[in-house]
T-cell receptor, first 113, second 113 residues
Framework: NAGVTQTPKFRVLKTGQSMTLLCAQD?????MYWYRQDPGMGLRLIHY???????AKGEVPDGYNVSRLKKQNFLLGLESAAPSQTSVYFC????????????FGDGTRLSIL | AQSVTQPDIHITVSEGASLELRCNYS??????LFWYVQSPGQGLQLLLK??????LVQGIKGFEAEFKRSQSSFNLRKPSVHWSDAAEYFC???????????FGSGTKLNVKP
């Protein structure tokens, strides 16, 4: 059982480039989330989805877009990468709601030069 | 402002010693409460959760946590720490009727042999 899988695991971009991070879950979870983790700041929610075809903004959505075309996949896009977006990105999924524990992927380490 | 506070950034304990990691939250109602652990290069793994009922909850790996409403706290404890417990620990809250989690900034645990 793979759980939550994130690709790629590492990536280096130049300022202004675009890219898409992929998250896939095989647990038939309705809810999916994208977080960024920065030293001393814990995890901050970027965007989330409560079901296929739906997305919503989290705490720090600027500079990111997301899509949930299939239930099992949640894509995070960086439109024009900036050094401030250097971070570790985590995807998570859950059955639904904030009383359900979230299951996390192993993260994508992204550096913007 | 609503927040989750983990006042200790780093904690070092000797192997075999007891451990308590602090977590305080500031929300109007009792939220759903979670503790997660993150090993280097890994995603977050759920240790335990509190929704209601008995205020002392047991988790995996010998951890427990106690919810104290009067102190708005949800501290994590372990009677005897093992070297493999060295990791970063995050407290998280889920608000009733909202689809979001809020994470504390984390406490990094070092274990001395």
């Amino acid at each position: 059982n793979a759980g939550v899988t994130q690709t790629p695991k590492f990536r280096v971009l130049k300022t202004g480039q675009s890219m898409t991070l992929l998250c896939a879950q095989d647990m038939n979870h309705e809810y999916m989330y994208w977080y960024r983790q920065d030293p001393g700041m814990g995890l901050r929610l970027i965007h989330y989805s409560v079901g296929e075809g739906t997305t919503a903004k989290g705490e720090v959505p600027d500079g990111y877009n997301v899509s949930r075309l299939k239930k099992q996949n949640f894509l995070l896009g960086l439109e024009s990468a900036a050094p401030s977006q250097t971070s570790v990105y985590f995807c998570a999924s859950s059955y639904g709601g904030n009383n359900q524990p979230q299951h996390f992927g192993d993260g994508t380490r992204l550096s913007i030069l | 402002a609503q927040s989750v506070t983990q006042p200790d950034i780093h904690i070092t304990v000797s192997e075999g010693a007891s451990l308590e990691l602090r977590c305080n939250y500031s929300y109007g109602a009792t939220p759903y409460l979670f503790w997660y652990v993150q090993s280097p290069g890994q995603g977050l793994q759920l240790l335990l959760k509190y929704f209601s009922g008995d205020t002392l909850v047991q988790g995996i790996k010998g951890f427990e946590a106690e919810f104290k409403r009067s102190q708005s706290s949800f501290n994590l404890r372990k009677p005897s720490v093992h070297w493999s417990d060295a990791a970063e620990y995050f407290c998280a809250v889920g608000l009733y009727n909202f689809n979001k989690f809020y994470f504390g900034s984390g406490t990094k645990l070092n274990v001395k042999p």
